[in-house]
């Protein structure tokens, strides 16, 4: 198995890509298959959520480019602003994970938020999309305090 241990910025064409849902993308460490076919150790710091378009590298210099997993979502589109902005405080205040786009909510599918939301006044619709949400207000690599 062949372990990627850190994150690089690198530019160059990447050796593989590694296509992986939201739940994997949070998960430190795990096994997985590349488009590939190669087996692969994902060994990260814990706490560390891989971005769609991170690159994962190893000490050989392998790199493997992260993609995130088509999903099913619930999409709400909204042109109000006070209404969105409710959508998002009632989801945000249950911790849902949220993709916010313009005029664009997204969320991993779930019924029961799906209901509260109708019941705001909003319509929801499910899709198979890529999922990338919001990192959060904390989320940062790099801790000047």
């Known amino acids: ?17 590694l296509t992986l849902p939201y739940d994997a993308r949070q998960k430190s460490r795990q096994p997985a298959t590349t488009q590939g076919g190669i087996q692969v150790g994902v060994f990260l710091p814990r706490g560390h959520t891989l971005r769609h378009g991170a690159v994962l590298t190893n000490s050989q210099g392998f790199k493997v480019r992260v993609e995130a997993a088509p999903e099913a979502l619930s999409t709400v589109k909204c042109d109000e602003p006070l209404l969105f902005a409710r959508a998002c405080y009632h989801l945000g205040n249950r911790h849902v994970a949220l993709q916010i786009l313009p005029g664009e909510l997204r969320f991993l599918t779930d019924h029961v938020l799906d209901q509260m939301l109708i019941g705001l006044g909003l319509t929801v619709e499910h899709q198979t999309l890529p999922f990338q949400p919001e990192a959060g207000a904390y989320h940062s690599h790099s801790h000047g305090h």
């Open 1 to 17: 198995m062949l372990k990627l241990t850190e994150t690089t910025n690198t530019k160059e064409t990447p050796d593989d890509t």
